[in-house]
């Protein structure tokens, strides 16, 4: 089955630098591979996802970029707040009638004011 | 997207007991699906919910200790039997509302198992 590595686990930037979380997956059948952002005492919120027939997609601050030969995929966060502390967990699926997704062990973003 | 609520939103139970947790989806979905997230843990998932069938269960995880009901498209329910403290978890129902893989979380329900 697919297996999710994600790092780091934990990562402290300042108010306004960057944060790049980078992710890498096993199953090269995987073509679908969202982000979450879970605050403290909430659900996984999805942020951004990206398929495999792109290699990169942005929204406002944040982009994911996606290298299917070395099945690696990685969420850049850029300016960031202090708002953006959160846990982030990355995640892949087939779609192939069973989209299940296998999910990272999430990385601890802090944001310093 | 779609709103998802889940009830009871925490609990703290006895062990050897058994608890049911509902997710209710504001619209009908194709897929709902039951992920454990244990303390400071990533998610795992449980089983699919399917409408009008038997749950799919990962590997891991049997019906006996999490019958799963989905008696239409808009609402499933988990239940946690014969808990013990190792149940302790936070409990995720999410959802696919299309084809497209996208899915989205209800708020988790949080169990505490004395």
């Given at each position: 089955?697919?297996?999710v590595?994600?790092?780091?686990?934990?990562?402290?930037?300042q108010?306004?630098?960057s944060?790049v979380?980078?992710?890498?997956?096993s199953?090269s059948?995987?073509?679908?591979?969202?982000?979450?952002k879970?605050?403290l005492g909430k659900g996984p919120?999805l942020i951004?996802?990206?398929?495999?027939n792109?290699?990169?997609k942005k929204d406002?601050?944040?982009a994911?970029?996606?290298?299917?030969?070395?099945?690696?995929?990685s969420?850049?966060?850029?300016e960031t707040q202090?708002?953006?502390s959160?846990?982030?967990?990355c995640?892949a699926?087939?779609?192939?009638?069973?989209?299940k997704?296998?999910?990272?062990?999430?990385?601890?973003?802090t944001?310093?004011? | 997207?779609?709103v998802i609520?889940?009830?009871?939103s925490?609990?703290?139970?006895q062990?050897g007991?058994s608890?049911?947790?509902?997710c209710?989806?504001?619209s009908q979905?194709?897929?709902?699906?039951?992920?454990?997230?244990?303390?400071?843990?990533?998610?795992?998932l449980?089983?699919t919910a399917n409408q009008?069938?038997?749950?799919t269960y990962?590997?891991?995880f049997?019906?006996?200790?999490?019958p799963?009901?989905?008696?239409?498209?808009?609402?499933?329910?988990?239940?946690?039997?014969?808990?013990?403290?190792e149940?302790s978890?936070?409990?995720?129902?999410?959802?696919?509302t299309?084809g497209?893989?996208?899915?989205?979380?209800g708020p988790?329900?949080?169990?505490?198992?004395?």
């Open positions: 089955g697919e297996n590595e994600q790092h780091p686990s934990t990562l402290s930037v108010e306004g630098d944060a979380i980078k992710c890498t997956y199953d059948a995987s073509n679908y591979f969202p982000w979450y879970q605050e919120q951004i996802d990206i398929r495999s792109v290699g990169e406002q601050r944040i994911v970029t996606l290298n299917k030969t070395a099945k690696h995929f969420l850049h966060i850029t202090p708002e953006d959160a846990v982030y967990f995640a699926s087939t779609n192939f009638g069973n989209e997704l296998t999910f990272g062990t999430g990385t601890r973003l944001i310093i004011p | 997207s779609a609520s889940q009830k009871p925490r609990d703290i139970c062990r007991t608890l049911t947790i509902q209710q989806v504001d979905v194709t897929m709902m699906f039951w992920y454990r997230q244990q303390p400071g843990q990533s998610l795992t449980i089983a009008g069938s038997e749950a990962e590997s891991g049997v019906i006996d200790k999490f799963i009901s989905r008696p239409n498209l808009t609402f499933s329910t988990l239940t946690v039997s014969n808990m013990s403290p149940d978890s936070i409990y995720l129902c999410s959802v696919q299309s497209y893989n996208e899915q989205f979380f988790g329900t949080r169990l505490t198992v004395l």
